[in-house]
């Protein structure tokens, strides 16, 4: 006589049906955390072109005005004259574009802070919702059960 092993596939199965769960919660949740990092992304991506955008613009001025220092001069101090006038010109550009790139992490702070605040409120009625409808899913559960006894 050969032992028959058990089929546990079946018994798990069964096991599983016996306690249904909703998995539409998990679903919105999943699609909600999506729908934020989509959201997310698309601050990172804005603030990385704005950022490039200003990087370049910086550069072209500043090779522009490499055009003077270079220059060949008739005076020795004209050359000390030509490399203060880019030092003092290159200073004020510097507080300038840095202005420009503080604006850029400021408005992507606030984006950043708007999205996590929206997206908490959105999950926290997500959770209530899903906490509730387990709850009266379970009271009328509980309720056939006792009928049943």
Not at 36 to 58: P, Q
């Amino acid at each position: 006589m050969a032992a028959k092993t058990q089929d546990y596939t079946k018994v798990f199965t069964d096991m599983a049906a016996a306690f249904p769960v909703d998995m539409s919660a998990f679903n919105e949740m999943a699609k909600t955390s999506a729908a934020l990092g989509e959201k997310m992304s698309k601050v990172a991506l804005d603030a990385a072109a704005t950022t490039t955008d200003l990087s370049a613009k910086w550069t072209k001025e500043s090779l522009a005005k490499m055009t003077a220092v270079t220059k060949a001069q008739a005076e020795p101090a004209d050359y000390t004259k030509a490399v203060t006038d880019f030092a003092s010109a290159q200073a004020e550009s510097s507080a300038e574009h840095m202005a420009a790139f503080a604006e850029v992490a400021k408005k992507v702070q606030m984006e950043t802070v708007e999205l996590l605040m929206a997206a908490g409120k959105d999950m926290q009625e997500e959770t209530t919702s899903a906490v509730k409808k387990a709850t009266d899913e379970l009271a009328a559960s509980a309720k056939k059960a006792a009928k049943a006894a």
